[in-house]
């Protein structure tokens, strides 16, 4: 091994951990338990719990049938559709919660206005607002992890069920979801993490309203200048949690990359 | 007596030719040194978000008259500068819209000089335009969907809690967004969803049509006074006290009147 090599490695290590200490130095341990419990710490800690839950639902009820036909269907234009699903993962989220805006604002949104009128919807400053900011940046995590494992299994098993009788809905249930399985748990982790972390689209389209829209990361950025032991230990549960899913993932996300 | 003479005559021309060349150079240094000292180089003003379009026009103006300086901002809400100047930021000049936080940068030893009040400004209500919820006055706030307030560490934020303590409005929690800075706080009324802002009244001013205003009688409103302060650190400290000369001379003041600034009230 060069010696330049682990030299530069080493750096690069250096670099991702010195942060993690600069947070956790700075970290008022012996007040973690009074800053949790303020009221904008314990909102935006069920905020996010329950806007990251729904976008990774919904990430699964949308995101599982388009996986599957992005990746069994043939049909014109189909990587161009696949192109605008991953669109939100490269997008800074705070174009994306600007797009949203101009397309379920009351005031000047594309849809906004007729939702509003015929249904009383309004998405814009409401919790289902930034449940719908953290669904358009965690699906497409879902999409592509549940395509790869369609695409990746062995059909044959499908063949074979289907000329012993099953009918394709018993299929999908009984052969297809338990193979594509781990991708499936892998693509909802990454997206309820993604979904948890979100901030720009947030921000910009939902507002920053405590109990309502103020979710963790928004909580972090506004406290920061005002409490900044509350910040920061919400920063290490978010932290936390991220290790977590980490873990959770090691086998069945990094197993995936290492065989592939 | 001869060498005497000689030497006499040499210090008699060297004497001369130093006393022109002095007078020649103090003949073209006159009126350079009765204008200013040359002024160049460049400086970072960080000043509050409420500043920003006056402090464009001023920084044009005083590049022009200067020609060779750059007036550099860096624009946010002035609790958000005040952490970033503790921070180590590079700044010159810290224009803040509150004492607080220009006392914060004091405490912490990054200014060093008696802060100046430099102008003032009140709080205004801002509505979608046409004010289709007709609100007519602080109290109508309450009654809202959703109310565009800053957050309580901005200045816009902490004036517009005194004010509406003060005047006893009551606004829900779950019914206040808030703004990282004054100009975020508009925005939500301007292209989003809120119904009502508490901002300053040069910042609906400068959004023009794009909103309507209903003005806060001044007996039910806050007096938020700016003060400016050259940040000890500066690299170019006679660039930063010329900037806070210009803001404060009668050319400074005229432009910030013309924005709607409020004179500094003489205690």
């Known amino acids: 091994m060069p010696l330049i090599a682990v030299l530069l490695a080493?750096?690069?290590v250096a670099f991702f951990v010195l942060p993690l200490i600069g947070l956790l130095q700075r970290a008022p341990w012996s007040d973690v338990w009074d800053d949790l419990s303020t009221p904008a710490a314990r909102d935006a800690m069920k905020l996010s719990l329950v806007c990251s839950l729904w976008a990774t639902g919904l990430s699964i009820l949308f995101g599982v049938p388009l996986a599957y036909v992005l990746a069994r269907a043939e049909f014109?234009?189909?990587?161009l559709v696949r192109a605008l699903v991953v669109l939100p993962m490269v997008l800074p989220p705070v174009v994306g919660g600007v797009a949203l805006l101009y397309a379920f604002s009351v005031n000047n949104g594309l849809v906004g206005g007729w939702l509003h009128d015929t249904f009383d919807i309004q998405l814009t400053f409401s919790t289902s607002g930034a449940v719908l900011a953290e669904t358009f940046v965690a699906m497409p995590f879902l999409v592509i992890t549940v395509e790869a494992g369609l695409r990746l299994m062995?059909?044959?098993?499908?063949?074979?069920?289907?000329t012993l009788g099953a009918n394709r809905?018993?299929?999908?249930?009984?052969v297809t979801l338990p193979l594509i399985g781990p991708?499936?748990?892998a693509g909802a982790a990454l997206a309820w993490a993604r979904a948890l972390g979100e901030f720009g689209a947030t921000l910009t389209f939902a507002g920053n309203i405590q109990g309502r829209t103020q979710t963790m990361p928004l909580a972090i950025y506004l406290l920061l200048e005002s409490q900044q032991g509350t910040a920061i230990v919400l920063s290490l549960v978010l932290l936390a949690v991220s290790i977590i899913v980490l873990v959770a993932l090691r086998d069945r996300w990094f197993g995936a990359v290492r065989e592939s | 007596m001869r060498k005497f003479l000689r030497r006499f005559a040499v210090l008699t021309v060297v004497g001369v030719l130093v006393a022109a060349l002095a007078a020649s150079t103090a003949v073209a240094e006159a009126p350079a040194a009765k204008k200013a000292p040359k002024l160049s180089g460049s400086i970072t003003v960080s000043a509050a978000a409420s500043l920003t379009e006056v402090f464009a026009k001023m920084g044009a103006d005083f590049q022009k008259l200067?020609?060779?300086?750059?007036?550099?901002f860096n624009y946010a809400a002035s609790s958000a500068l005040a952490t970033q100047i503790q921070g180590g930021a590079p700044a010159d000049v810290f224009a803040s819209a509150d004492g607080a936080n220009?006392?914060?940068?004091v405490a912490s030893g990054q200014v060093t000089a008696d802060p100046i009040d430099f102008t003032a400004n009140k709080l205004t209500i801002v509505v979608k335009k046409g004010n289709p919820k007709s609100v007519k006055s602080l109290a109508d706030l309450p009654k809202l969907g959703v109310v565009s307030l800053c957050a309580a560490a901005v200045p816009c934020g902490k004036y517009a809690t005194q004010m509406l303590a003060q005047d006893g409005v009551t606004i829900p929690t779950d019914k206040i967004t808030l703004g990282q800075d004054v100009k975020t706080t508009l925005t939500a009324v301007q292209s989003g969803d809120a119904d009502a802002a508490l901002v300053y009244a040069t910042d609906a001013k400068a959004a023009g049509?794009?909103?309507t205003e209903v003005k806060i009688p001044a007996s039910l409103n806050v007096l938020a006074v700016y003060p400016i302060a050259p940040i000890a650190s500066s690299q170019n400290a006679k660039l930063a006290d010329a900037w806070i000369a210009y803001v404060i001379s009668p050319a400074g003041q005229k432009t910030l009147a013309q924005f709607g600034f409020l004179p500094v009230p003489t205690t």
């Open chain 1, 10 to 12: 080493l750096v690069a």
């Open chain 1, 76 to 79: 014109p234009g189909r990587s």
């Open chain 1, 154 to 162: 062995d059909r044959r098993y499908e063949d074979a069920a289907a």
């Open chain 1, 169 to 174: 809905w018993t299929v999908f249930r009984r």
């Open chain 1, 183 to 185: 991708s499936l748990f």
């Open chain 2, 66 to 72: 200067n020609k060779g300086t750059t007036i550099a």
């Open chain 2, 102 to 105: 220009t006392q914060k940068v």
């Open chain 2, 209 to 211: 049509t794009t909103i």
